[in-house]
């Protein structure tokens, strides 16, 4: 079973996620901040993160990079999941090394599909 981690500091949101994952036959990790996100991709090394942006200490940009950047999880690809819908936010994210970038709300199908994609290898931007 492919695992996702996800790290936002919404339980409604990654509640939500969450639930539609393991629905689709997803095993679920989470983190509520960007520095637990980081620690539990580390020691779960999932096969996919989903990536708030705007969270306390260590934002998503910030865990993304550090993710992109590490040996240990460079190969972890990682979605960018947040309400920042600019052109700008979206360049950044993929500077920091996302490979896919989606806007809250993500309907269920969206989310579940774009998981499947970039974990086949393709770059959603």
């Known amino acids: 079973m492919a695992s996702v981690l996800i790290v936002d ?9 969450e639930t539609v994952l393991q629905k689709n036959g997803f095993v679920v990790f989470k983190a509520d901040n960007g520095m ?3 620690a539990a991709a580390k020691k779960h090394l999932p096969d996919l993160v989903l990536m708030d942006v705007v969270m306390p200490g260590l934002n998503g940009f910030q865990a993304t990079r550090q993710l992109t ?3 240990e999880t460079a190969h972890i690809p990682v979605i960018i999941v947040t309400t920042k819908d600019q052109q700008t ?3 950044w ?3 920091q090394g996302a490979k896919g970038y989606l806007v ?3 309907d269920e199908k969206k989310l579940v599909d ?3 994609q970039v974990m086949g290898g393709a770059i959603l931007f």
């Open 69 to 71: 950047q590490a040996p």
């Open 93 to 95: 994210g993929k500077r």
């Open 104 to 106: 809250k709300p993500v």
């Open 36 to 38: 637990d996100g980081v």
């Open 114 to 116: 774009s998981v499947r």
């Open 9 to 17: 500091d919404s339980p409604t949101e990654t509640y939500k996620m």
């Open 89 to 91: 936010d979206k360049l």
